[in-house]
């Protein structure tokens, strides 16, 4: 894929770059791209949990809640990038390895979107934006964390660049190959995690200053939208319909779902952290005659 291609220069412009799909402690070997993936799911739903607390549910709920969206999530994110990278699918086996990488982001939130609703019934309806706020929050943490076991293995590729972020290539088995080794490229999954960054810190901002509930998710849809839509350009190996990826034509919804969002924001009342708000019945006791 890349073998054939020049050298664009010989002269280092990027960030030395090994891939490192495992870690040996010992006797242990942790496949990283897996071992990041946990980390940041585990994250995201303990931040989530701990700011729904503030609002009435107690942490096991969400804790509960938070897994299961997260399966179903990795399904929708696991098919979405089945379907998008159909010349990766040699085997029966391909479609179930995802020890080798291969979530498309965009199917897992697309389809945890949808599923939310039902799995949540039974939460306060007066306050789900305000739960919708601390689901994005967590999940951008946990996005950023899972990214590095992108990185780790090599995936999300783009071509031979210039640019300082880049990545020059040192050897190494990757998932998206081969690679000239002293070549710099783009790292898509590099460029997530550090876009994520701010938005990570702009989401924690609006949650000290008390905003609107919706605001938060509204602006974590925009401009998470708008990040990966840009980067989605740089990657080589994505299949693409009239010049766009299968994320991007994701992203370009989300990015629409995140402005009705912010519009209609603007008609609620601003967050009051409510530090003694009655707790949601747990459903063993919602059970209960």
Known sequence: MFAGQV???QVFTGIPYTPFPVIQLGPVRLMTFGLFVAIGVIAGIYVAARRNERFGIPRSQTEKVGLILVALGFVGARV???VTHPEEIKSVIDVFAVWNGGLQFSGGFITAILLAPLVTRKWPKDRRWELLDGAVLGLAIGQAIGRLGCYSVGEHLGGPTDFFLGITYQGGTVVEGPLIVGQTYHNTALYE???LIPIIVLLLV?????TRPGIMAGTFAVTYAAGRFATDFLRV???RVFGLTGAQYMTIVLFLFGLWVLWNARRRPRVEVAETAEPVASSAAEEKP
Request: aromatic content about 12%.
């Open 7 to 9: 050298l664009a220069s």
């Open 80 to 82: 979405l990038w089945v």
């Open 193 to 195: 995690i550090l876009f």
């Open 206 to 210: 609006q949650d000290q200053m008390g």
């Open 237 to 239: 190996n994505d299949e």
